[in-house]
């Protein structure tokens, strides 16, 4: 009964090719993020939406976009992949983090990207 | 500029003995703060959260403390046991705000 899912696990893509990452949720949480990843490094977090209003980094670069059709659904497109993009990408949902307090976030199992 | 930095990489541990795992962070703004735990090929999971108005939140084997004048917190874990063996990620969020910033993360194994 995953709640937080990531689709697919794996993905190669080629070089300037566009790809598309796909998160789901059942958790019926207003807000969902996308984290990127690198080896041995922090979770970076590249933009979220609080319901439909997106926020974007001020340092995610124009490459990454992302969707929300809908409280469940979340995609991340990079428009035309580097070999810097190569990395985890993470999904991770949160309930109202302002109202409740806190912003405990619930994670998907990653999509790790490999550009050839 | 990291906000939020766990200076460790790696930590190794014998079974059965106490694990301390640190964090540090510069940002006053910073009220909630969280640990997760990242087994390979897995997305981060919640462990323990503590805060700001409190110094130390408990949970089983696992304790948080938090020392907001040093803006330095710790988990311990205790009896460490070779399941806890994993990357464990420190974050924090600002008051107000929606998101969490991550630390680099300590990579803990539990020997025998």
């Known amino acids: 009964d995953a709640m937080v899912i990531q689709n697919p696990r794996y993905q190669v893509t080629q070089f300037g090719k566009p790809v598309t990452l796909s998160c789901s949720q059942t958790?019926?949480?207003?807000?969902m993020y996308w984290y990127q990843q690198k080896s041995s490094q922090a979770p970076k977090l590249l933009f979220h939406?609080?319901?439909?209003?997106?926020?974007n980094e001020a340092d995610t670069p124009d490459n990454f976009q992302s969707r929300r059709p809908n409280t469940s659904f979340c995609f991340l497109d990079i428009r035309s992949p580097g070999l810097g993009d190569a990395a985890m990408y993470l999904c991770?949902?949160?309930?109202?983090?302002?109202?409740?307090?806190?912003?405990?976030?619930?994670f998907g199992q990653g999509t790790r990207l490999t550009v050839v | 500029d990291q906000q939020v930095k766990q200076n460790s990489p790696s930590l190794s541990v014998q079974e059965g003995r106490i694990s301390i795992l640190n964090c540090d962070y510069t940002?006053?703004?910073?009220?909630?703060f969280l640990w997760y735990k990242k087994y390979p090929a897995e997305g981060p999971t919640f462990l323990i959260s503590?805060?700001?108005?409190?110094d130390k939140n408990e949970d089983g084997r696992f304790t948080v403390f938090l020392n907001k004048s040093a803006k330095h917190l710790s988990l311990h874990i205790v009896p460490s046991q070779p399941g806890d063996s994993a990357v464990y990620f420190c974050?924090?969020?600002?008051?107000?705000?929606?998101?969490?910033?991550f630390g680099q993360g300590t990579r803990l194994t539990i020997n025998p």
């Open positions: 503590i805060s700001s108005i409190k």
């Open positions: 940002n006053s703004m910073f009220d909630y």
């Open positions: 991770a949902t949160s309930r109202d983090g302002v109202v409740g307090g806190h912003t405990e976030a619930f």
């Open positions: 974050a924090a969020s600002a008051i107000g705000a929606q998101k969490l910033v």
């Open positions: 939406y609080y319901d439909k209003d997106f926020n």
């Open positions: 958790l019926n949480h207003n807000v």
